[in-house]
């Protein structure tokens, strides 16, 4: 009975039965010749990222130096390069980050040579599988990336879907919510206003108006905090994400409510499941995070800024003065990805060619020379200024109605905090506060403060 064979065994492989073995010194077979180790077999890899000249000397946009000062960056940035400049994200993947106010309205106008759709980008087959910036960059098939009627249509939907939301019922919702979270902080005198405060507020706020569970918004807060954080936890986070989504089309088309979803799914634009999944995706992360680090940035002005807090003490600014002030000089969304040139073409007298990502720097543009020529410095302005892009611009901008659900839930998170808690102070020097690592968003990792209970009171003061 023969034996089946290894490769080893094969005919003429050394050692092998029947294989010729030379004579060792007393005629004894030689010891085989060691067989070389053999180098197992891999996937080929991306390619190396390939970083053009233009970009041999580019910025970083990421590590300690922007994530504390971005706004050092974009001034050196501009005043190097002009209003485009050339930058590196992580990994190395070099891309334009446009700076000025008129090139970035031109970006934003000009879908033909700017286009949305991610697919364009010719540095994909060079990009890993697990590059962590990924979720916010690839074509998810979310309206984010749709152009023309297709973008219309689906923009369409949602904007109509958002316009029904009630915007008294909203406030007194956030107001419920906000008050609820001042009730836990009460229970002690010190906490982390990020974390305690402005992180749950707004996903709670959404989870109402998406027809989400107030326990189903919870549990997002960290997979969306991991997604726009670029980390290495994103992809798990985008799969969180999309998983709840899916959950939620499937409740609601089976069991429809007076909801942003349910509303979607009936619209005469006859969105598929997916569509609805994918765009709610986008819907959320662009109302949680967003209006997280805008309350959080509100309340780090009035708690750092005391010329400021003075003047609202005095009746001369209000909540909502000090929250258009974050928006002009540290929008919560500094950076957008992106779009994608179509054909070579030159903007702001840089050239960038066909296939290129470019980077929206909403924060860069607010404040561009050009729309502040008085500005001494980014923090310097015209009081009432309003010329800034926070909402980004053109077709693919933030539906006004979600701007107005956003300032809604932020001014009512903000007063309602500084009613309850007036004597809330930082809890540590305002240089040992530390920023979130991501390059798209400009929020701090925490708060700390220090207040007396609100139950300490028999009553508030209020701040508009």
């Not at 305690?196 to 997002?220: F, I, N």
């Not at 609601?252 to 765009?279: F, N, W």
């Not at 860069?364 to 001494?376: C, E, K, L, S």
């Not at 006004?400 to 808690?421: C, F, K, P, R």
């Amino acid at each position: 009975m023969t034996q089946p064979t290894s490769p080893s065994d094969e005919p003429g492989a050394p050692g092998a039965p029947g294989a010729p073995d030379e004579p060792g010194p007393r005629g004894e077979p030689a010891p085989p010749e060691p067989v070389p180790p053999q180098s197992v077999p891999t996937e080929p890899g991306p390619p190396p990222i390939e970083r053009p000249a233009s970009h041999e000397d580019a910025a970083l946009l990421f590590g300690p130096r922007f994530q504390d000062t971005p706004a050092e960056v974009y001034r050196e940035l501009r005043n190097t390069y002009g209003p485009v400049a050339p930058v590196l994200l992580p990994g190395g993947v070099p891309a334009w980050l446009v700076l000025g106010y008129r090139e970035l309205l031109r970006v934003t106008e000009d879908t033909k040579v700017f286009g949305r759709g991610s697919a364009r980008w010719r540095l994909w087959p060079q990009i890993p599988p697990d590059w962590p910036l990924r979720p916010m960059v690839e074509d998810n098939g979310s309206l984010l990336y749709r152009e023309g009627d297709d973008h219309r249509r689906r923009a369409g939907a949602v904007g109509s879907a958002l316009e029904a939301v009630d915007l008294n019922q909203m406030q007194d919702a956030t107001q419920s919510f906000a008050q609820g979270l001042i009730e836990k902080l009460s229970e002690g005198s010190r906490a982390d206003l990020i974390a305690d405060y402005a992180h749950p507020l707004p996903v709670l706020a959404l989870s109402r108006v998406l027809g989400l569970s107030d326990s189903e918004g919870v549990t997002l807060v960290k997979a969306i905090n991991d997604m726009v954080d670029g980390g290495p936890d994103a992809l798990r986070g985008q799969i969180e994400v999309r998983d709840t989504m899916e959950r939620l089309v499937a409740r609601k088309r089976r069991d429809p409510g007076p909801d942003t979803t349910s509303r979607m799914l009936a619209d005469h634009a006859g969105l598929t499941d997916q569509e609805v999944i994918e765009d709610l995706m986008v819907l959320t992360l662009a109302g949680h995070q967003p209006c997280t680090d805008w309350i959080g940035m509100t309340l780090w002005l009035l708690l750092t800024d005391h010329e400021y807090a003075a003047g609202m003490g005095g009746g001369r600014r209000s909540v909502r003065q000090a929250m258009h002030q974050v928006l002009r000089d540290h929008t919560p969304v500094q950076i957008f990805a992106g779009r994608f040139t179509t054909q070579d073409t030159v903007l702001g007298a840089t050239r960038v060619p066909a296939g290129d990502l470019v980077l929206l720097g909403l924060a860069g543009a607010n404040t561009d020379p050009y729309i502040r020529p008085h500005a001494a410095g980014v923090m310097a302005g015209p009081e009432g200024h309003n010329a800034y892009m926070s909402y980004s611009h053109g077709e693919h901008r933030c539906p006004y109605a979600g701007q107005w659900i956003a300032e809604v839930v932020a001014h009512t998170a903000v007063e309602t905090l500084l009613e309850h808690l007036p004597d809330v102070e930082l809890a540590v020097p305002a240089d040992e506060l530390r920023w979130r690592p991501s390059p798209w968003l400009r929020g701090l990792t925490s708060l700390p403060v220090t207040y007396t209970p609100a139950h300490s009171y028999t009553g508030g003061f209020g701040w508009d």
